[in-house]
């Protein structure tokens, strides 16, 4: 690594055109460059969905750039003129530092090198790329918020932490009261989350049906099922599957009614999605499903608090949408075991029992 930050940044860009718990998992590496560079304009450049976030997170940025797209990296599809027009605009901006915080640079640091940053810097894969001012070879032992951490650490920033962070606003608050406040009193409010953005991720919804059962009558438990609109179909499955009657607020909830609904919950079970890391950062106890991810880079450090349920099968972990033999690393999972994962913290007084 050269030592090229000579001046501390003005103006810093931050790669990251990645979805909700890939951001919630960076948090602590934006905390780290704020601390680091605490006079510093900076940017996210992310999906056009994340300039909420960046609002929610001004503490560490100041500006959002939505992504338009460049070669090799899927996530927008590319439409050759846009991407001129977004390169050209970036490297407008005049930014003193470009930091590609967006996975191992095979496909990211081309772009992140195209924004024309004084000094970039990132993760490299293979051969360091011409041009990558501060980089290391991408670091596949550890967690994802450790490997987010390390490149902070490159550019000299402290160490704050690995602790996730949510902000609720008064509006968050206020809608997840206006949904939960008509329920009547009575045992631990239990949320499950049966969607995923992959369909390898996702559990079948009749087991997390049974597992609400369980703690329905273990515990008397009310059930709140929550989800994206994109998720209705899934949740009203669970729903439907149940026999005990949950509350369904499904495509019902704002991302931050979202995470204020998981903050009043006693206990959350989800897929390795999005809301399992709000439930992470809000402290809320938890329990996760694992089939295809790896545990070791998506789970929660808090195993403690935050459990995880993962059968080991020799074809996991692995990096397929959708499972193309039989989903036997997620379907070996049964009802009771996530029942009991959930059971072994109310059984120890970790949870309260009353609304």
Do not use: K
Not at 26 to 44: S, Y
Not at 153 to 161: E, H, I, N, V
């Amino acid at each position: 690594m050269s030592a090229p930050l000579v001046t501390p940044p003005r103006r810093i860009a931050v790669l990251r055109a990645l979805h909700l718990g890939d951001l919630l998992l960076a948090v602590p590496a934006l905390r780290a460059l704020r601390a680091g560079f605490p006079g510093a304009e900076i940017t996210l450049i992310g999906l056009p969905w994340a300039e909420a976030f960046a609002r929610r997170f001004d503490r560490y940025l100041d500006r959002f750039v939505p992504f338009e797209g460049y070669p090799g990296i899927a996530e927008v599809q590319i439409d050759p003129a846009r991407t001129a027009r977004f390169v050209a605009a970036q490297r407008a901006a005049g930014y003193d530092l470009v930091i590609q915080l967006h996975g191992s640079g095979r496909t990211s640091n081309a772009c992140a090198l195209a924004l024309g940053g004084r000094v970039t810097a990132g993760y490299y894969d293979g051969a360091r790329p011409a041009g990558l001012d501060i980089g290391a070879p991408y670091p596949d032992d550890c967690s994802e918020i450790e490997r987010n951490l390390r490149l902070a650490r490159l550019l000299g920033c402290p160490d704050l932490g690995p602790a996730l962070e949510f902000p609720l606003s008064a509006a968050d608050r206020a809608e997840a009261a206006a949904l939960l406040d008509r329920l009547p009193p009575g045992g631990p409010l239990v949320g499950i989350h049966p969607g995923a953005r992959y369909p390898a991720r996702r559990w079948p919804p009749e087991r997390f049906a049974a597992a609400g059962d369980l703690l329905a009558e273990r515990f008397g438990a009310r059930v709140v099922l929550t989800g994206s609109t994109e998720e209705v179909a899934t949740v009203q499955q669970v729903a439907r599957a149940m026999r005990a009657a949950p509350l369904v607020l499904a495509g019902r909830t704002s991302l931050g009614g979202l995470a204020a609904l998981i903050a009043r919950l006693d206990f959350f079970i989800s897929n390795d999605t999005g809301p399992a890391h709000i439930a992470d950062a809000l402290g809320t106890p938890s329990v996760t499903l694992f089939g295809p991810a790896d545990p070791i880079r998506w789970a929660p450090l808090d195993r403690e608090r935050h459990p995880v349920v993962r059968v080991p099968v020799a074809c996991s972990p692995c990096a397929h949408r959708e499972c193309p033999i039989d989903h036997r690393c997620l379907h070996r999972i049964t009802p009771e075991m996530v029942a009991a994962a959930a059971m072994r913290l109310l059984g120890a007084g970790a949870i309260a029992c009353d609304d």
